[in-house]
């Protein structure tokens, strides 16, 4: 059972552009998950999905970023117009439950 | 306002005596908490969790302890080796509903030769 991926591993954006970062959870698991963590720092929750809903994006920020995850296909990170203090390193975790997640191994992005 | 806090930035160990890693919580809605391993540039790894409703869960050398009075849990390995140097986060969740980790910062263990 292969675990969850994610691509690109690094990605490299100037600043006003925009990163779409991907995730594909574990076979069988419906619950997706992004964090993101700030050099230093421990990860911060961003948002949960299911199939085609946003259930809680409490930790997202309100302009810029957005998440989907489509019926068919990876769940979608979209950040819009980057700016330098979005550099860091992008988690996506998968869950068959919800409580134990299961983490990829992160998107790293840097903006220049 | 840290949920989740690991107070030891980093924790030296000698290979197979026992790494007691700590945690303290203050959210009294968290019911169940999880401990992840990370190696640099790599996404954390499961290691072992436990529900509220317990105070001990083992697993191998792994064993967690809760204490919900204290808000307290620890991380016991036994024995330590060297490939278990890493940084270790704790974590924890109110379950139903969202399911959202809130992380602490980590805890860095060395297992010395």
């Known amino acids: 059972n292969a675990g969850v991926m994610q691509n690109p591993r690094h990605l490299v954006r100037r600043r006003g552009q925009e990163a779409r970062l991907r995730c594909s959870p574990m076979?069988?698991?419906?619950?997706v998950y992004w964090y993101r963590q700030l050099p230093e720092e421990g990860l911060k929750f961003m948002v949960y999905?299911?199939?085609?809903?946003?259930?809680?994006e409490s930790g997202m920020p309100k302009e810029r970023f957005s998440a989907e995850f489509p019926k068919e296909g990876p769940s979608i990170l979209r950040i819009q117009q980057v700016v330098r203090g979005d550099s860091a390193a992008y988690f996506c975790?998968?869950?068959?439950?919800?409580?134990?997640?299961?983490f990829g191994p992160g998107t790293r992005l840097t903006v220049t | 306002d840290q949920q989740v806090k690991q107070n030891s930035p980093s924790l030296s160990v000698q290979e197979g005596r026992i790494s007691i890693l700590n945690c303290d919580y203050t959210?009294?809605?968290?019911?169940?908490f999880l401990w992840y391993k990370k190696y640099p540039a790599e996404g954390p790894t499961f290691l072992i969790s436990?529900?509220?409703?317990?105070d001990k869960n083992e697993d191998g050398r792994f064993t967690v302890f809760l204490n919900k009075s204290a808000k307290h849990l620890s991380l016991h390995i036994v024995p330590s080796q060297p490939g278990d140097s890493a940084v270790y986060f704790c974590?924890?969740?109110?379950?139903?509903?969202?399911?959202?980790?809130?992380f602490g910062k980590g805890t860095k263990l060395s297992v010395i030769p």
């Open positions: 975790a998968s869950s068959p439950t919800g409580y134990e997640q299961y």
């Open positions: 076979k069988g698991h419906s619950h």
């Open positions: 999905l299911q199939k085609e809903n946003i259930i809680d």
């Open positions: 959210n009294s809605m968290f019911d169940y």
């Open positions: 436990i529900s509220s409703i317990k």
């Open positions: 974590a924890a969740t109110p379950g139903a509903g969202s399911y959202q980790l809130t």
